[in-house]
Every structure is written in structure tokens, then in C-alpha cells.
């Protein structure tokens, strides 16, 4: 059976005075929170994606969303719509090394060289860095 690749799940952003953003996902019954609106919609994006491939990995059926339009809002809320792309969830559970090819000049390699530097790490260092992870 193939996977889906993308999910896209209803979220209701809950605002209340001098409290972070509360995240719901009535669909899947689980909840989150965020410092701002982009705090929040990261930590719902990394939510969804746990939740979901959870499920998978267990076997269990996975609720179909509710369309955004029929998601019942109360006052200081909003529904977002969160998308969650699946093949890099389920890649982070696997911590296999892959080979990359890397170009950088010459004078950079050889001062590298000369002060023993892993290039592996200080790539996954930078990568985790650029990605914010």
C-alpha cells in the first residue's frame, strides 16, 4: 500500500491575552502551543507528523480531516489549515548515514585538512543550523 506523502489537517489557534497560542487538532484529539504565530504553526506542523506517523507505524486507521470550512470556531479562534510532508517524518526516525558529494575550493580543503576537521559533522552541524533543527 503507498503511503500518502502530504497530509493537511484542520488546527484551531486559540488567543487569549498574555498566554502563547494554543493549537488544536480536532480531528486527531491532540494539542500544541506557540510563543507566536510561527512558533505555533511549527510546533503544530511537528506535531501532526508525529501523531501521524505514529499512527501508521502502529496500523491504526488514520481520521479523515474535516474540510476547513466546517470547523466550529469560538471567539479569539481561528483555523488554520496544516500540511505535514510525511517522507521526511518518517526519515528522521531512521538515523542511517547516506554519502554526499561536496565541491569547495582547493585553499579551504587543505586548511581544513591541516586542522583535522570532520567534514561530516561540521556539515550535519550546519545543515541542523540552516534548517533549525
Known amino acids: 500500500m503507498k ?3 502530504r497530509y493537511f489537517y484542520p ?3 486559540s488567543y487569549a491575552p498574555d498566554q502563547e497560542i494554543a493549537v488544536t487538532f480536532p480531528d486527531l484529539d491532540v494539542a500544541t502551543s506557540g510563543t507566536d ?4 504553526l511549527l510546533s503544530a506542523r511537528e506535531l501532526l507528523g508525529c501523531v501521524l506517523c505514529g499512527l501508521e507505524e502502529d496500523g491504526e486507521d488514520i481520521p479523515a480531516p474535516t474540510p476547513l470550512v466546517d ?3 469560538e471567539d479569539g479562534e481561528r483555523a488554520v489549515l ?3 510532508y510525511m ?5 528522521a526516525r531512521v538515523n542511517r548515514s547516506v554519502n554526499r558529494t561536496v565541491t569547495l575550493p582547493a585553499w579551504l580543503n587543505a586548511a581544513a ?3 583535522n576537521v570532520n567534514f ?3 556539515l550535519q552541524d550546519a545543515l541542523r543550523t540552516q534548517l533549525h533543527l
Open 113 to 115: 585538512l591541516e586542522r
Open 120 to 122: 561530516s559533522q561540521v
Open 11 to 13: 488546527a484551531v489557534f
Open 3 to 5: 503511503q500518502v506523502e
Open 82 to 84: 496544516v500540511d505535514v
Open 87 to 91: 517522507p521526511s517524518v518518517r526519515l
Open 37 to 40: 504565530d510561527t512558533d505555533a
Open 71 to 73: 470547523v466550529k470556531l
